[in-house]
Every structure is written in structure tokens, then in C-alpha cells.
């Protein structure tokens, strides 16, 4: 039996191997990275240049404890390579639902794959006492460090770190491109001290305990808490009392990110503080797509607000 | 440094004031000369002096940064330590680390039902457990205590590292069918299961078996099921699961699950799923019979990612068949029996929401009499973990099987979650 070639069929053929397996073909030589955030993947990308194809589960305006578990996730997960986290727990309420159907065992906890960019962050608020009524307090500790650009560079050695593990052959190009980035960081953490320095002192009030290690790092000093405990809102009582030191202290500003404004304008009203909406992470806005613009914004629209008050 | 700079700047100075002083006789002219190159010698000097104060200044500036970068180091060192310490801790303390992760779930009402008055109805105190077995599988379990019995709600095994995308799970399992089947009661959207839920899918889709997943690689999701069990449904009382039987009176179950973003903020998501038994049990008829249960479910979500602990919106509903053969005064015959509900909840707040439950449930022997259930309900959230929820349901019965199916209704739901808690992915 003979079998005749028709060109139709063979060109019919490669088109839908090519369809059916546009990744493999187009990003052969990229490593397939997942981030669970917009400043990990901006890092990434800064890391691994040419040779890495990042991607973030969250857009930047989310609440990261509020991200809705969505099933679009899970196709990404399943053909990621590498997975990059801030860890800490920040994604606890949605990545590991996520990770159970992805049938990736490759990037689960523990794994190579599995970038865990939280290790050798000199971590605050570690509760001694890990009780819900506390709130819903994280037992490992403040999980929003990203917010320090310090530990922006321990996040972007992680990363590293993380990428030499999986591909040692690029090594080099790793390191010195890890290298570009922390001067390029360093340059912008020397700018954001020398502007930060009206911030000294300045009394905050903050929705949520987001703002810690930012506060800790621009000398800014936090008078309290907006919600009852972490992850309750509050109660009238609360506000109440939370007015009356806000008053006592000569709070100025009362920041928020991705929560509703009402209590802040409430407050705000009571006490004459300015209320500021800052973004906990980056990628919210063409403003903030890179983790150096976003602190950056965050800096500037800190300054703007203290100016204006 | 700067001090030392003024001091030569003034010097220099000083220097130039008493050799420009127009003091000298004409006569002295060439000793003038001298003094004058004595200047600029003192100048150029001075210039050079100032240069290499600018270049000690610059020296400093970056040792003090090299310094800030070693205190940094340290501190990272100091942290890289303190993890270490950490992990030998953790090592010492395996033995509890080990553990599963451990919750409960306390489930309790009070109630008032027109037809046959109040109770407080202690629904379920629901232990649950987690963990890893080894790097190959999971497993977790749920026991429910009730008012009078204890149950083995959930015993499941499932793999984590099976290769070409698929998943199997064994053991006492909600098998994956629909959607709310697969809740547990306290995991609802509303207080109770639709009635039409209960009567054609039997309630929770409690099973013993085994089944198959396999992710399609697709560029959305979509996710396909197999499955074999003893029988499908927590009321279900068509077949025998306590003893060996013929392999044509057990269920087959077969599910396709797809998602899709329509945008940041709203998507679909969308199921299918048969469950069929080649024989059931049917008393006093010798012949059996098949039965075939389908389903169709569909949720719209509005989640609007800047604020989704405030705002948010779901529509969601599943339309069940059943065909089976049923007894009549006339003989048995096969009846085709369809039903579903439907529902709206929308967050109003982090703590508010508010919602509305149709539901239209038909006699499975006669589906001409059903039932027509109207449900508002409304939810606060005092936390993540704790849950308060008023009901008021209407039910226009027609089908008079139970007087708890009747009338006015209303439900007021405590819940409570303790420690880890945990329904994965099929709960969200």
C-alpha cells in the first residue's frame, strides 16, 4: 500500500503541532517562573533577563490575604517550573488550595522549585503567644517585608539563589546580573533615606499591621491600628479609643492599601490626621510595576501627604 | 575635615592680603616678583590641598556605605542564623511538628418550623485532620458528631506526585459530583442543603471508592473526573454497601470542570457530571433496574480584586436529573425526575452579606408534586472564623412527604471554626 504525501495534510500536521504545544516550542530555552507577586516577578525578571519567562498570580492591587482562589491559577502552577513566594504565610489563605490540583509536585513547599524568598529576613512581630484571639495573627511573624527596601535584597539574593539551584549552568549570568541589580537598589535605597528624612518621627495610624517594617526602616512611629486585631474590624469602642490617642499623640497620618476608606475618613474627620492610600504591593499602577517604582511611590506619596498636612 | 579646609582656605588667604599690600619702594620690584610666584606657588598648592580633601570626602562616603552594607550583612547573618536555630528547634521538637494540622467545626441552630415548632438543633462538631504521608500522597479525614451518632464523614487518600497530570484519590470520599454536593453543611452558602439536592443527589455526595483526575493541558482550566463507588449520596438507599456484590451495582461517576476569567473581576465556572448505576436495588421488583444522575452546575462571580473582603457577587445554580424505575400502583416504570436551585449572595461588607435561595424540588416518584422553597438569608461575618447567619425560608409543598418540608421557617446558624480548617480547592 502505498501512502501519498499530500502537502495540505503535512502542513496541517506541523500547524497543529505547533498548536498543541505552543509553550514547549516558543519558550524551550526560558525557565517557566510563577510569582505569587508583581515585585517578585519584576526581581525575577531583573535576575534572570533573557532566560526567564515570569509571570504573577496577583495584578498588585490585591489584599494579599483576601486573593481569590481562582481556577486560572492552577494551569500556570501546573506548567511552572519554578515558583517564587514571599512565604512567611502571606499566601496562606490561597496558594495551598491552589497547589492541591495543580499536580506540579515540583514547586510544592520543600521542593526545588519552590523559591521561598522570606529566608534570612530578620523578621518582626514573631507572636510569642500564637492564639486566634489575637486576631488572625501569622505564627511565623509580619509576613510584609517587601516593604523594606533592604529586604528587597534579600529577596533578590533568595531569588538567585533560588535560580542557581535549578539551572547552575547559568550561573554566571545569574550572579552578575544579581550583582547590576543590588547596586542599581543600593543607589535608589541611598536616594530613599536622604528623602525620607521629613518622615522622621512622623505618627501614623495604619488599617492593618502592613506598615512595620517600612515604618521601622523611615523612622516614621505607629500610634495604632485601625482594625480591633489583625484581620477584625473594628469595633465602635475601638475607634473610640483609637481617636482619642490618635488626639493625644498629634497623629498625621493614617495610612491605608487595599481596604475600604470608611473608617479611615472616619478618623480622619475626628482627629484632622490626613489619610494616605498606599499600595502594600507593587504592580497596583504603571506607577508602581517595578518593586524600585513602587517604593518609590510610596515614599513620594508618604512625602506629599505630610507636606500637605 | 571641613574645619581643616577653612583653616588652609584662611591661611591662603592671610598669605595673599600681606604679600599684595602695596607697602614696597619702587626699588624693591624684583624682590615683588618673587613674592608674587611665592603666591601663586601657594595657590596652586592650596588647589591641590582642596582636591585631595574632595577626594578623602568621597572615600569616606563610600566606607560608610561599604560599612551600612557589612552592618546589613551582619544582620542578614544574624537572621540566616536565627533560622537555623529555628530549624534545630524544630527538629527537636518533630515529634509534635509531625502532626496533622487539626480543626473543628461546631455547626448549631436554632429553629422555628411552622408545622412542627422550635429546636435547637445541635447540627455537627466536625473534627477535621490533614497532612502529608510521604512524598507521594495526602491524606485527610473528617468525623462528624452529631446529636446521637458519630460518623466517618471523610477518610481520603490522594496523590500528590502522579505523573501526566492526573490525581487519584481513594478511600470514604465526597465523590466529584456537582458543585454543593461536594460542601460539607458548614461550608454552605445558606443554612441548609436545597431540598432538591437532597432528594435527587441524596445530600452530600458521601461515598467509599476511588477516582481518577486528570488536568487537561489547556491554557484555562479544565479538569476531567472518573470515578467507581459503592454508591453516591449520604440518603441514598438504592444499593447495599455492606457487603460483595456484582460490579453492576456500584456507581460510575464521570465529571468535566471547566473556569473561565471573563475579566480581573468576573469570571465563569461551569460543570457536568453523570453518575450511573448499571442495577439498583428496588424492593419488590426482581428486575431492578438502572439509574442514571446528571448534573449541570454554573457560577458567575464578581470579585472585584481591589476589594474583595467588601464586595462581591455570586450567582450560582445546578440543575440535577434523575431516571430511575420507580413503583406505581400501576407497575414499576421508568421516571425521569429534574430539579435545581438557584442562588444570589452578595457582599454588602467585610462582615455583611446578604443573599436569596430558590430552590424547586420534585418528587422523585411523581415529579409533577414538588416542592417550591424561597429563601432570603443574610450572614455576618464577625471574623474569618465565626459566623453568624438568619434564614427565613417559605416552602410550598406539594409533595407532603415530611412535615419538616412545609411552610414557614425560620433558622438562626452559629458557626465556629477552631484551629486549621481546611476544605481545599472544592470549597471555594
Redesign the interface.
Known amino acids: 500500500m502505498k501512502i501519498k504525501l499530500d502537502a495540505k495534510w503535512l502542513i496541517f500536521g506541523v500547524l497543529l503541532l505547533l498548536f498543541c504545544s505552543p509553550g514547549r516550542l516558543l519558550f524551550a530555552q526560558q525557565v517557566r517562573v510563577i510569582t505569587t507577586t508583581p515585585e517578585l516577578a519584576d526581581i525575577t525578571k531583573q535576575i534572570g533577563k533573557e532566560l526567564v519567562n515570569v509571570e504573577s498570580l496577583t495584578?498588585g492591587?490585591?489584599?494579599m490575604h483576601?486573593?481569590?482562589?481562582?481556577?486560572?491559577f492552577?494551569?500556570k502552577l501546573?506548567?511552572a517550573d519554578i515558583l517564587v513566594a514571599m512565604g512567611l504565610d502571606l499566601e496562606i489563605s490561597w496558594l495551598?488550595?491552589?497547589l492541591?490540583?495543580?499536580?506540579n509536585?515540583k514547586i510544592?513547599p520543600g521542593q526545588r522549585g519552590n523559591i521561598d524568598c522570606s529566608?534570612?529576613?530578620?523578621?518582626l512581630e514573631v507572636s510569642r503567644t500564637v492564639d486566634?484571639s489575637e486576631?488572625?495573627v501569622h505564627p511565623k511573624g509580619n509576613p510584609h517585608y517587601n516593604l523594606d527596601p533592604?529586604s528587597g535584597?534579600?529577596i533578590a539574593l533568595n531569588i538567585a539563589d533560588g535560580l542557581v539551584r535549578n539551572y547552575p549552568q547559568h550561573k554566571t549570568v545569574f550572579e552578575k546580573n544579581l550583582s547590576a541589580y543590588l547596586a542599581e537598589l543600593?543607589k535608589a535605597i541611598?536616594r530613599w533615606q536622604a528623602m525620607a528624612a521629613p518622615l522622621k518621627g512622623v505618627k501614623i495610624v495604619t488599617y492593618h499591621v502592613e506598615w512595620s517594617y517600612f515604618a521601622n526602616r523611615f523612622g516614621l512611629q505607629q500610634v495604632g491600628m485601625i482594625e480591633f486585631k489583625p484581620?477584625?474590624?473594628p469595633t465602635p469602642n475601638h475607634l473610640v479609643s483609637l481617636a482619642q490617642k490618635m488626639q493625644q499623640e498629634k497623629t498625621q497620618l493614617i495610612i491605608y492599601g487595599?481596604?475600604?476608606d470608611r473608617f479611615p475618613r472616619q478618623l480622619a474627620s475626628q482627629t484632622g490626621a490626613a489619610v494616605v492610600r498606599l499600595q502594600s504591593i507593587a504592580g497596583?499602577s504603571p506607577e508602581t510595576d517595578t518593586y524600585i517604582k513602587f517604593i518609590d511611590y510610596n515614599l513620594r506619596s508618604l512625602l506629599a501627604a505630610v507636606k500637605k498636612g | 575635615m571641613n574645619l581643616m579646609r577653612r583653616g588652609i582656605f584662611f591661611y591662603a588667604i592671610c598669605c595673599a592680603w600681606l604679600l599684595s599690600v602695596p607697602q614696597v619702594s619702587y626699588g624693591q620690584m624684583s624682590e615683588m616678583e618673587s613674592l608674587k610666584a611665592l603666591v601663586r606657588d601657594i595657590g596652586e598648592r592650596l588647589q591641590g590641598a582642596l582636591k585631595r580633601i574632595e577626594e578623602l570626602e568621597k572615600e569616606k562616603a563610600a566606607s560608610a556605605?561599604k560599612i551600612e552594607?557589612l552592618e546589613?550583612d551582619k544582620?542578614?547573618s544574624?537572621?540566616?542564623l536565627?533560622?537555623v536555630e529555628k530549624s534545630v528547634r524544630a527538629v527537636q521538637s518533630a515529634p509534635m511538628a509531625l502532626n496533622p494540622a487539626i480543626g473543628m467545626v461546631i455547626d448549631a441552630t436554632a429553629e422555628h418550623r411552622a408545622k412542627t415548632g422550635g429546636n435547637f438543633n445541635f447540627r455537627t462538631a466536625e473534627l477535621g485532620i490533614a497532612a502529608s504521608i510521604d512524598?507521594f500522597a495526602r491524606a485527610y479525614a473528617f468525623i462528624g458528631a452529631k446529636k446521637d451518632e458519630v460518623e466517618l464523614e471523610e477518610a481520603t487518600i490522594v496523590t500528590?506526585?502522579?505523573p501526566w497530570?492526573?490525581?487519584a484519590r481513594a478511600g470514604r470520599l465526597f465523590a466529584d459530583f456537582g458543585r454543593l454536593p461536594k460542601y460539607h453543611a458548614d461550608s454552605l452558602p445558606f443554612v441548609n442543603f436545597p431540598l432538591s439536592l437532597e432528594r435527587i443527589a441524596g445530600g452530600e455526595s458521601k461515598s467509599d471508592g476511588v477516582e481518577l483526575s486528570y488536568?487537561f493541558?489547556?491554557?484555562?482550566?479544565l479538569?476531567g473526573t472518573v470515578g467507581g463507588y459503592n454508591k453516591i449520596g449520604e440518603e441514598n438507599e438504592r444499593l447495599d454497601d455492606t457487603k460483595s456484590r456484582a460490579w453492576s451495582r456500584f456507581t460510575y461517576l464521570s465529571r468535566l470542570h471547566s473556569?473561565?476569567?471573563i475579566s480581573?473581576d468576573h469570571?465563569i465556572?461551569m460543570g457536568t457530571s453523570m453518575a450511573y448505576t448499571p442495577s439498583i436495588r428496588i424492593p419488590e421488583d426482581p428486575h431492578g433496574g438502572s439509574r442514571t444522575l446528571t448534573g449541570v452546575d454554573l457560577t458567575y462571580?464578581y470579585?472585584p480584586?481591589?476589594?474583595?473582603?467588601?464586595q462581591g457577587l455570586t450567582i450560582g445554580g445546578e440543575l440535577f436529573g434523575n431516571s430511575e424505575r420507580v413503583g406505581r400502583a400501576s407497575g414499576f416504570r421508568r421516571t425521569f425526575a429534574p430539579g435545581g436551585y438557584a442562588y444570589a449572595e452578595a457582599k454588602l461588607?467585610?462582615?455583611w452579606a446578604a443573599g436569596f435561595l430558590f430552590d424547586h424540588a420534585p418528587s422523585l416518584s411523581s415529579p409533577g408534586k414538588k416542592t417550591i422553597g424561597y429563601s432570603p438569608f443574610l450572614t455576618w461575618n464577625l471574623?474569618?472564623?465565626n459566623r453568624l447567619r438568619f434564614q427565613y425560608s417559605f416552602l410550598d409543598d406539594k409533595v407532603k412527604e415530611q412535615k419538616t418540608e412545609q411552610g414557614h421557617q425560620f433558622f438562626l446558624q452559629w458557626t465556629t471554626f477552631l484551629g486549621s480548617h481546611?476544605h481545599?480547592?472544592r470549597v471555594?
Open positions: 495584578k492591587v490585591e489584599f483576601a486573593v481569590p482562589v481562582k481556577p486560572s492552577v494551569p501546573n506548567r495551598p488550595s491552589l492541591e490540583v495543580a499536580n509536585s510544592l529566608v534570612g529576613i530578620n523578621v486566634r486576631g488572625d533592604l535584597k534579600i543600593d541611598a484581620g477584625i474590624e487595599a481596604q475600604s497596583g | 556605605g552594607q546589613q544582620v542578614a544574624g537572621s540566616r536565627g533560622q512524598p500528590t506526585a502522579l497530570n492526573l490525581t488536568l493541558p489547556t491554557p484555562f482550566f479538569r473556569y473561565f476569567d480581573d469570571s465556572e462571580r470579585q480584586l481591589g476589594s474583595t473582603f467588601h461588607s467585610r462582615e471574623s474569618e472564623f481546611a481545599g480547592f471555594r
